[in-house]
């Protein structure tokens, strides 16, 4: 009998080391080895100046770092808003990081900037300034606007889109209606 058990928990022994081990999935995103402080999914962040709001930031995950002071953004969404309050411009991007110190926030990824005056603007990589709150970058550009399209490098702009510099034009077509 005692043959038996000992065949059965070596051919047990056996089988179960020479299974596969299962690797558990780990999140390489973290920043130079810090843990997220805080973690959240499905967020809404409102931006406040002396009660009014400026902006609204709509994230599927946010990550921040305490030690490194700053956010992660997975899935952006901003509407930014004028003086009345009014929603007049959007931002969207697959990623986005914001500076905890200065409240600089940087797009990446499929960036898109639109106005409410028809104007759209699509890049890889954008940054908020926030003590003028303009938007920048020095990378490819595309301006679509209701009489022109703009291809560049280089792009300063108020956070509305309506006053905005391409540095190095590469393309500039004039868009006009035909009149019947």
Request: proline content about 2%.
């Amino acid at each position: 009998m005692k043959k038996i058990f000992a065949a059965i928990f070596f051919f047990i022994s056996v089988i179960s080391c020479s299974e596969e081990k299962i690797q558990p999935s780990i999140d390489k995103t973290n920043v130079q080895g810090e843990i997220p402080s805080n973690e959240s999914w499905n967020s809404k962040i409102i931006f406040t100046d002396e009660g009014k709001i400026k902006a609204v930031l709509f994230t599927d995950h946010l990550k921040m770092y305490d030690m490194q002071k700053i956010t992660l953004l997975d899935g952006v969404k901003i509407n930014f808003y004028n003086k009345d309050q009014k929603n007049t411009s959007w931002l969207t991007s697959l990623r986005g990081k914001v500076d905890d110190v200065t409240k600089n926030m940087f797009a990446f990824d499929s960036v898109v900037a639109k106005n409410d005056s028809g104007t759209v603007l699509k890049t890889s990589e954008l940054m908020w300034r926030q003590n003028d709150q303009r938007i920048l970058t020095d990378k490819f550009v595309t301006i679509t606007s209701p009489k022109e399209i703009i291809h560049g490098f280089g792009f300063e702009s108020d956070q509305h889109l309506n006053n905005y510099v391409i540095y190095n034009v590469t393309y500039s077509s004039s868009l006009t209606k035909k009149k019947k």
